[in-house]
């Protein structure tokens, strides 16, 4: 499918239902609002409710690729936004020793053939050997893209922190390149499982959307669609079982997926 917005809030439940995903008014709403105002949505609810496979569904209606940030304790700027690629480094200046040679010949001291390798230094700090982690690749994109940032509430604080820095105009800093700036902002989704609460900088930065098992009629209707020719009395029964299920004091309610499963 080619690239293209939404154009209205039916518009996103009618392709988004084109990609077996079924989009209860409140998310088309939100993914609408977000398309007009520019904004990201933060996704919250219980493990397995769909706020990844909204993300999923966005960027199949839309035609874009989908960029997925895993977050998980200790997660970093380096595995969130770039590495630089320290072996090709070395495999070049090895390639490279003779001219490195001639570069540095008649050096009278140390601080002479530091200042001669630093008016190269360009050379080995260049976008060759840049390799982009999600949020980069995002910012980088030569086209529109979906990104999601998926239970950021696994990341730390400080993580936090530098999500707000990005997220607020999509550029970067690399200190050997300058200033990165996205070429096209990219549709950002932040899931959240609620496992710890977000700060209140990240919520206001983006449209807050609570999403919650589905109702029965809804989940009968998932089953429906994602398993066809399923007889639907048993779809009916199934969902049935599992939304009693989920009604009892369990540790981990099922999901949808594991309706699915039944």
Request: aromatic residues 8%; proline residues 5%.
């Amino acid at each position: 499918m080619s690239e293209s917005q939404f154009t209205s809030i039916a518009d996103i439940t009618r392709r988004f239902e084109e990609q077996e995903y079924i989009c209860p008014h409140a998310v088309a709403v939100t993914v609408y609002l977000a398309g007009q105002m520019g904004k990201p949505i933060l996704a919250e609810g219980p493990a397995g409710v769909g706020k990844t496979e909204l993300a999923k569904a966005w960027a199949q209606a839309t035609g874009r690729e989908l960029i997925r940030l895993q977050c998980y304790e200790g997660l970093d700027e380096s595995k969130a936004l770039y590495e630089w690629e320290y072996t090709k480094q070395l495999l070049y200046t090895q390639m490279l020793k003779e001219k490195i040679g001639g570069i540095l010949a008649g050096a009278a001291t140390l601080g002479e053939a530091v200042a001669r390798l630093r008016a190269h230094e360009s050379s080995f700090f260049s976008r060759d050997f840049l390799v982009p982690r999600p949020l980069l690749r995002a910012i980088l994109a030569s086209r529109p893209a979906v990104l999601l940032i998926d239970e950021v509430d696994r990341a730390d604080q400080e993580f936090e922190a530098f999500l707000l820095e990005v997220l607020s105009d999509f550029q970067v800093s690399v200190p050997e390149l300058g200033t990165l700036t996205a070429r096209h902002r990219p549709a950002v989704i932040l899931t959240s499982n609620a496992t710890r609460q977000l700060s209140e900088a990240l919520r206001r930065r983006c449209l807050y959307l609570y999403m919650d098992y589905p109702s029965h009629e809804q989940e009968v209707k998932i089953v429906t669609r994602k398993v066809p020719g399923l007889d639907a009395r048993l779809a009916e029964q199934a969902v049935q079982f599992v939304q009693k299920v989920r009604a009892l004091p369990l540790r981990k309610a099922p999901s949808i997926g594991e309706t699915l499963d039944w």
